[in-house]
């Protein structure tokens, strides 16, 4: 949901390549694997203000000039390695491989003392009531020099560059389509107890406000541009037992504009919606994080979603 300074708070890069992007304030799929290049994964850095910024890349080998890139931004007081790791966010190296495209997951700040290569790091995103929000990072930086490195590094192609971010990597990933606004696709579950649907006070402790998830999508909603009657459609439901259900909004571009989709995950919590989310939750966690969603796979729907909207290329 979109932080109260981030309305007003302008972002600085140059990021008029990013096309399109999906804004899990929850984000993940499996994929069905023939047989696909090696994948090659690497840890790389770059300088920013004499910074050193670390990052992974997850590149399937023999891969031709001309593929896309793919940012992934973890959430916060989490890193680089640990998303790769996560139940549902871990099959996007698989979707790397089958679809061919460039994996690129940096690794934020830590909130106390700026370490950059942490294993508890958070972005950036404008919130300046929060913690994190204290932060003099230039993530915003960051984030356009590593698309322009791997533009460079490994001739990709320019107009299909996509974000994607959980949490407070969906925040940031809001942060850097404030100033190039572009097709974006947002989830959020209703019974999230982290970033609440109705809005107000990110939890656990000082993590700063939010606008509730209809403010939100309706500030996008104007920003971009789009026919405010939307085509709305249910998702299939999967997973009967999972107490969720889940509803699509796509709201077509009107000139010059870009389209939004917004999906509602009915019951649905702090996860991103994977068929990979734990079955199985103590009171203790869906009290914290409340309940998976397992009727979709977040990468799937980001993945789809991002090869619809290659036209709204900046």
Known sequence: MLSRQQQFKRARARC???????????????????????????????????????????????????????????????????????????????????????????????????????????????????AAGDQVADDVTFLTLLVDWALREYGADARRVFITGASNGGMMTYRMLIEWPTALLIVNGTADPVMPWSGGRIAPGNRGTVLSADATKRWWLQTNHVNQTPALSDLPDLVPNDDCRMQREDFPALPGGAPVAFITMQGGGHYAPSQLAPQRTGRLVKRIVGKPCRDAEAVDLAWQFFQQSAEYAR
């Open 16 to 130: 008029g390549q990013w096309i399109a992007a999906i804004a899990l304030t929850l984000a993940s799929a499996t994929f069905v694997l023939a047989a696909t290049p090696v994948l090659k994964l690497t840890l790389q850095s770059i300088s920013v203000a004499g910074v050193k910024r670390w990052f992974i890349v997850v590149k399937p080998e023999s891969l031709p000039p001309g593929a896309p890139v793919v940012l992934l931004l973890h959430g916060g007081t989490q890193s680089m390695h640990k998303v790769l790791d996560s139940h549902a966010l871990s099959a996007w190296s698989q979707a790397a491989k089958a679809q061919g495209f460039i994996l690129v997951v940096p690794n934020g700040t830590s909130a106390k003392g700026g370490n950059t290569a942490g294993n508890r790091q958070n972005w950036n995103d404008g919130r300046s009531d929060s």
